[in-house]
């Protein structure tokens, strides 16, 4: 008889868990081994662009080595704030003004 489906016993098939995709993997290498070997050509390239489009390219180039920050939130309460704390406040916001 075949296994059904959600008999409580794993995957009917297809890769284990944990074992990586081959094609990715041999793409990735080959990615990184294209890029590393016209390391040079890249780099000219890049010094042969007008400063906006370099700067363009670098902030593209960016978000795949620097992780992007998540956006931060504040919310504040300003019914149930004192006076002291609400002139606080003012204060800090605009010492630098």
């Not at 593209?60 to 606080?88: R, S, W």
């Amino acid at each position: 008889m075949a296994r059904q489906k959600n008999d409580g016993r794993g995957r009917l098939g297809g890769r284990a868990a944990g074992t990586p995709n081959k094609v990715s993997g041999t793409l990735k290498e080959w990615l990184t081994s294209l890029i590393d070997k016209n390391r040079a050509q890249i780099e000219k390239d890049l010094q042969d662009l007008e400063p906006k489009e370099r700067l363009q390219m670098m902030e593209k180039l960016m978000q795949y080595v620097i992780p992007k920050q998540a956006a931060q939130q504040v919310k504040l309460d300003f019914d149930n704030m004192t006076d002291e704390q609400l002139e606080q406040l003012v204060n800090e916001i605009t010492k630098e003004v």
